[in-house]
């Protein structure tokens, strides 16, 4: 079992870029994939892509990418995403969530999730 | 690539249940066995329900449970409770190329 605490709230203005962390308690981090979702106020989940914690190797939707890096630090067990060159459409709570790929396979679903860390986008 | 189809709102009386459907097309939730459900309370993140299509965690209780026809999927909810108020979001995995892709969300309401 692992629990994962995100970074606090940001207040970002266009153009501009954030880092949003996401820290592992508990259970071995280098068995999980760490995927980022965002809510928009009052609307349904964006899965943004993830991060192999223990080969760094990445994997982005398409809209993420060229905007979007997600990064880990296995000594500290935590992971990272960046977005850059924010606009007011970026305003949401992003989540960090791990998927199980300690077995053969990658579970394909999302077990355990952050608090979530609100990015607000605005001059 | 679109977000799965879910209904806007479902409610029940307590002890009741009601049905969620989500759905997807051939290259999603037809093609995998890998839809997951999630419930999220307000200002909450959201909790695995239901992962492959059926399978329940350790701690959710069983009067959820998950089935899929085609490209179908749907959550049950058997005897209501007040707690199970809430939104429900399925997922489903959908290839390498786009990986994965969200329901746009049920609110259910327990009357």
């Known amino acids: 079992q692992v629990q994962l605490v995100q970074s606090g709230a940001e207040l970002k203005q266009p153009g501009a870029s954030v880092k949003v962390s996401c820290k592992a308690f508990?259970?071995?981090?280098?068995?999980?994939?760490i995927h980022w979702m965002r809510q928009a106020p009052g609307q349904g989940l964006e899965w943004m892509g993830c991060v192999n914690a223990k080969s760094g190797g990445t994997k982005y939707a398409q809209k993420s990418q060229g905007w979007v890096t997600m990064t880990r630090d296995t000594s500290i067990k935590t992971a990272y995403m960046e977005l850059t060159r924010l606009t007011s459409d970026d305003t949401a709570v992003y989540y960090c969530?791990?998927?199980?790929?300690?077995?053969?396979?990658?579970?394909?679903?999302?077990?355990?999730w952050g608090q979530g860390t609100l990015v607000i986008v605005s001059s | 690539q679109s977000a799965l189809t879910q209904p806007p709102s479902a409610s029940g009386s307590p002890g009741q249940s009601i049905t969620i459907s989500c759905t997807g097309t051939s290259s999603d939730v037809g093609a995998y066995n890998y839809v997951s459900w999630y419930q999220q309370h307000p200002g909450k993140a959201p909790k695995l329900m239901i992962y492959g299509v059926t399978q329940r965690p350790s701690g959710v209780p069983d009067r959820f449970s998950g089935s899929k026809s085609g490209n179908t999927a749907s959550l049950t909810v058997s005897g209501l409770q007040a707690e199970d108020e809430a939104d429900y979001f399925c997922?489903?995995?959908?290839?390498?190329?786009?990986?994965?892709?969200f329901g746009t969300g049920t609110k259910v309401t327990v009357l």
């Open positions: 508990g259970d071995t981090f280098i068995g999980y994939n």
């Open positions: 969530a791990t998927e199980d790929c300690s077995g053969r396979r990658c579970q394909k679903d999302f077990d355990y």
């Open positions: 997922s489903s995995y959908a290839g390498s190329d786009n990986p994965y892709v």
